[in-house]
T-cell receptor
Framework: SAVISQKPSRDICQRGTSLTIQCQVD?????MFWYRQQPGQSLTLIAT?????????ESGFVIDKFPISRPNLTFSTLTVSNMSPEDSSIYLC????????????FGSGTRLTVV | AQSVTQLGSHVSVSEGALVLLRCNYS??????LFWYVQYPNQGLQLLLK??????LVKGINGFEAEFKKSETSFHLTKPSAHMSDAAEYFC??????????????FGQGTILTVHP
């Protein structure tokens, strides 16, 4: 399975600021996904990021708040913009390689606290 | 649309006892089904998956799950719990194709506690 390096692992940010989370994969992958895990809750898909095209956002998530870049087949960033305490969550990237039947690999997550 | 229901947000067992974590799904197409485990302050690790073929699938750490189409279930079991199994477990479903391809829908999670 793919190995994912996600940075930063955690951060404490002031409200109104922005944080960019990086996801680096050790091999080329077509599809990358960004999830949010709010405190004590399950994971919710934010968006799908394919190289060479605009990210596709799920209902309730917008590009202005969560801009995503996907410059190549091994890297993606998610920015959490104009943060508020409600954005305090764990953000995880995930990749699929070789088809969905191989499962999805997750990064170790970025634990964000907004104060 | 897909959905996943995990029955029981908390399950507590004694060390050596059977572990049973329940998962029911709803999907308009034959789904792919997954179980993930999350240890404290860590990401998600794939335990096992069902895509096609044999309905009883074996995963890591002695876990297995059985896909029962008639019951729309994918319950996770382990014959004998270890202290190291204490974690949060997530059942997830994805579509094998179409517009939802690649998108995982997760259940609410079940926290497993193992008592000595």
């Amino acid at each position: 399975s793919a190995v994912i390096s996600q940075k930063p692992s955690r951060d404490i940010c002031q409200r109104g600021t922005s944080l960019t989370i990086q996801c680096q994969v050790d091999s080329q992958v077509t599809m990358m996904f960004w999830y949010r895990q709010q405190p004590g809750q399950s994971l919710t898909l934010i968006a799908t990021a394919n190289q060479g095209s605009e990210a596709t956002y799920e209902s309730g998530f917008v590009i202005d708040k969560f801009p995503i870049s996907r410059p190549n087949l091994t890297f993606s960033t998610l920015t959490v913009s104009n943060m508020s305490p409600e954005d305090s969550s764990i953000y995880l990237c995930s990749v699929e390689r070789g088809g969905a039947s191989y499962g999805y690999t997750f990064g170790s997550g970025t634990r964000l606290t907004v104060v | 649309a897909q959905s996943v229901t995990q029955l029981g947000s908390h399950v507590s067992v004694s060390e050596g006892a059977l572990v049973l974590l329940r998962c029911n799904y709803s999907s308009s197409v034959p789904p792919y089904l997954f179980w993930y485990v999350q240890y404290p302050n860590q990401g998600l690790q794939l335990l096992l998956k069902y895509t096609t073929g044999a309905t009883l699938v074996k995963g890591i750490n002695g876990f297995e799950a059985e896909f029962k189409k008639s019951e729309t279930s994918f319950h996770l079991t382990k014959p004998s719990a270890h202290m190291s199994d204490a974690a949060e477990y997530f059942c997830a479903v994805s579509a094998p194709g179409g517009t939802s391809y690649g998108k995982l829908t997760f259940g609410q999670g079940t926290i497993l506690t193992v008592h000595p």
